[in-house]
């Protein structure tokens, strides 16, 4: 387990424990209070604030520097929401270095694996972590429009600065950090592959374009695919979010059921997904509100259910609205995610 202790100065407790309070409703953390000391408890390790004499006394603890870091910004981030925003001192910070969480990757190649959809390989140090349960991942290229950016590989990389947050490159070494999904990985073979649907004005569609075998990109993360799956399960999405639901239909138990819904433009960008057999997985035509329709037409069990729908922004909402308003579904029983916006697409695929 790694640690790593701050104070922060100058600042009433009732001025910041709110702003975590508030944090750990939205993310439903749990919350323990023993005297002076407000825990919040998550997957990726836990937060300690103390009164101390001037401010409070803060505590991270996280089974990696990895982990640990993305707990710091996190914390930052509450604490910038703030006015004043209150004065925080790390006991170490490691200025200048690269952000734990940041891979170097090559790519060793692109290809077209159907009309709208290329593939792209890349390599890096360390894929492991990758294979462990890992679902999304921020793709870090540049921000340069495409007619302005040249070759693939990224110029100047972020670096921690001296309060502990990741200072990003500006101008024409800014980066773009679109989110995207493993598709396919070997550790023992040190690949990974992601998908890029292909959409007109897209800046990674240009990107795949112009990107080649040795150009070097960035990786953050990844995100951890979910595994404590009820017994029903439905997941619905258009092309941008078939790399996550074939990674969730592969890593299903052989007992499952439920659905799978795709919708594509172009039913040629259909794929072969593994899955077990009582998860029915249908093809459907990406027209407006075709997601949203077959949801609202299957049959959802009372209990024991799960439902993941990943769309464009406006069918996600409405998708939200139904299943939360309509048909009931808790927190813990959706995921409703935008992976793209028509008012954005230029920056959004």
């Keep these: 387990m790694q640690t790593i202790h701050a104070q922060i100065n100058d600042v009433l407790p009732a001025a910041v424990l709110p702003a975590f309070s508030e944090f750990a409703r939205l993310l439903d953390l749990e919350v323990a209070t023993e005297g002076e000391t407000m825990s919040l408890k998550m997957f990726s390790g836990s937060i300690d604030l103390t009164a101390a004499k001037g401010g409070l006394s803060l505590r991270l603890v996280a089974e990696n520097e990895r982990r640990l870091y993305l707990l710091q910004q996190m914390v930052m981030g509450r604490l910038d929401r703030l006015e004043p925003v209150p004065q925080l001192e790390w006991e170490r910070v490691d200025a200048g270095a690269l952000p734990p969480n940041l891979s170097i990757a090559t790519v060793t190649g692109i290809r077209q694996i159907s009309p709208n959809v290329r593939r792209v390989r890349v390599t890096f140090a360390d894929i492991a972590r990758y294979a462990e349960d890992g679902l999304h991942f921020r793709l870090v290229i540049s921000a340069l429009p495409p007619a302005q950016a040249s070759g693939g590989s990224v110029r100047e990389w972020p670096v921690i600065d001296a309060s502990g947050r990741t200072r990003w490159p500006e101008g024409d070494a800014s980066l773009h950090r679109p989110v995207y999904t493993v598709r396919e990985i070997s550790p023992a073979e040190g690949w990974m592959d992601f998908d890029v649907y292909i959409h007109h004005g897209g800046r990674v569609s240009a990107w795949t374009e ?140």
């Excluded at 960035?218 to 990674?247: C, H, N, S, Y």
């Excluded at 439920?258 to 009582?278: F, M, N």
């Excluded at 609205?321 to 916006?341: A, H, Q």
């Design 210 to 349: 112009r990107a080649g075998a040795g150009d070097r990109i960035g990786l953050m993360g990844p995100t951890q695919l979910k595994r404590d799956l009820p017994g029903w399960v439905a997941f619905l999405g258009d092309e941008t979010a078939l790399p996550a639901i074939a990674m969730y239909l592969r890593s299903l138990p052989a007992d499952a059921s439920g659905q799978a819904v795709i919708a594509c433009a172009d039913l040629a960008d259909l794929q072969d997904l593994t899955h077990p057999e009582g998860v029915q997985v249908t093809w459907i035509q990406r027209i407006d509100s075709a997601l949203v329709s077959a949801l609202k037409a299957m049959t959802l069990p009372a209990s024991d259910r799960y439902v993941w729908f990943a769309a464009e922004r406006a069918e996600a909402e409405q998708a939200r609205d139904w299943l939360r308003d309509t048909r009931g579904l808790t927190k813990t029983e959706m995921n409703v995610t935008t992976f793209w916006s028509r008012s954005e697409i230029g920056d959004s695929i």
